[in-house]
């Protein structure tokens, strides 16, 4: 079974994907996924298109799918998008959520949907007023919700560019949406979230849903759009929902293979420390979070590189015995010749270390974890091999990094381009079950570039370049890499090319004696 990659966001009728971000962002902090969002032809930027009849609509939407995602719709995004999941012979889609989506829209046959006379009232408005209208249904879609004011004048904060033609044509679509006997014969896993006081949805049509055997989740306090008012909330249910279909610790769940990452690494001995900008910044930080009445007598650097932390550390401490552990024997060898400041150097596995229990008073780990998606093991075994009164200082990567070459790389094709890192929750999930306490912070850092050449250059330097197993392998085309290049210029900025990095840091202690 293969591992789920992509979120997808399909939007609903007004057709921005702006909503859609403070929900992007609160995900980007739950799950390591690739996340993805497609409009509909007539909205947002594909205002200038035609809307398709339903057969092409689907297939359109379809094509642009990436592979082993989980695709999640709002309103009659939601309903396209039980739509394709229910299509013959489908492989892209592994699971479906909902959110504020009837199963009919428009009432029909005692399904209880909005009164068919109001929806051709609203439908006349429109024709007349598009824009005055479009406001009437930010109103309706905000009523209800503990937060009405607040997401109003977010809504009404982005005027749409209509194109009235298509609006008009996908709320004929929208009407003509009949789903009822998709929630009981749909074979892919499905979720349907609601908001307890949808204006759009009645409560009796939920109901419905859940009659039908369907799984419901009703979140109170919300209106027509729970992903805008409670993002955090409904990025805990797609975390749950996705973790349900393919749990984070199952086997084979790591999207690396810890052989190429140590490959990829020794390879880049020679070249590291000339492009570690970011790699030396973040250590130095961590470092800095040492407490001054600490006296460890041992100390393993984890994942130590090119010894640049070890020498940090010998300043930190000099008293100390410091044990150097990295996967890549090629980064041992090197940091034994240029920078030996360790005492002992070790070829191992942070999920496998090969040290005695209760032995280490400070594990110290800077931009190296990010490749263990074994988090419970790993903090077994930092918490087996801490002294009673041990520390542990982590600095790690999430899954907003590179987030700008993610999305331009988006726009190209559907493949695995960019490593993709475990979220500040699993990290703080780990640390609590395994008894170490502390604080977990996050910090995102920016970074420019004059150009994408100098980043992709940067990226290899550090041996970072993309190493997940589901990479495309081979040479790039000339072709897809000018279509990645106009892509990322969209997002330059006067300082240059800008490159997100998400950093969380973890500063851990047996007992949670931080002092």
Known sequence: MSRIENLVFLHGWDGDPHPWQPLLAAVREQLALSLHCIGLPGFGERSAEPWPQQPALLQQLYQSLPRNCVLVGHSLGGMLALQLAARPGQRKIRGVITISANACFVERDNWPGMPRCTFENFRAAFERDPHGTWERFCALQSQGDSAMRALLKHLKGRRPNINREAWLQSLDCLAG??????????????LY???????????????????????????????????????????????????????????????????????????????????????????????????????PRTIVDLGSGTGFGSALLRRHFPQARIVALDLAEAMLRFARREQPHADGYIAADAEQLPLADGSVDLVFSSLALQWCYRLPQLFAEFDRVLAPRGHCLVATLGP????????????????????????????????????????????????YFDSLRQLMQELKGVGAHNINRAARRGMTGRARLQRLEAAYEGLRQPRGLPVSYEVIYLKLARGGDQG
Not at 177 to 183: F, G, V
Request: aromatic share 6%.
């Open 193 to 295: 979230l609601f908001g307890g006081n949808d204006a759009l949805v009645p409560q009796a049509a939920v109901e419905e849903i859940r009659a039908s055997g369907a799984p419901v989740a009703v979140m109170a306090g919300c209106g027509h759009k729970p992903h805008l008012s409670q993002p955090r909330q409904v990025a805990g249910r797609l975390r749950h929902f996705v973790q349900g279909l393919f749990p984070t610790g199952a086997p084979g769940a790591a999207p690396f293979d810890k052989s190429a990452v140590a490959r990829s690494f020794g390879r880049a001995a020679a070249s590291y420390d000339d492009c570690a900008h970011l790699q030396r910044a973040v250590c130095g930080r961590l470092g800095n979070m040492a407490e001054r009445r600490w006296v």
């Open 400 to 447: 907003g990094t590179l987030a700008e070459l993610s999305s331009s790389w988006a726009q190209v094709d559907t493949g695995v381009h960019v490593n993709r890192f475990l979220p500040l929750a699993d990290w703080r999930d780990a640390a609590g079950q395994s008894g170490l306490k502390g604080e977990v912070q996050r910090e995102q850092r920016l970074l």
């Open 177 to 190: 949406l009949d789903n009822r006997d998709l929630l009981q014969k749909l074979a892919t896993p499905a």
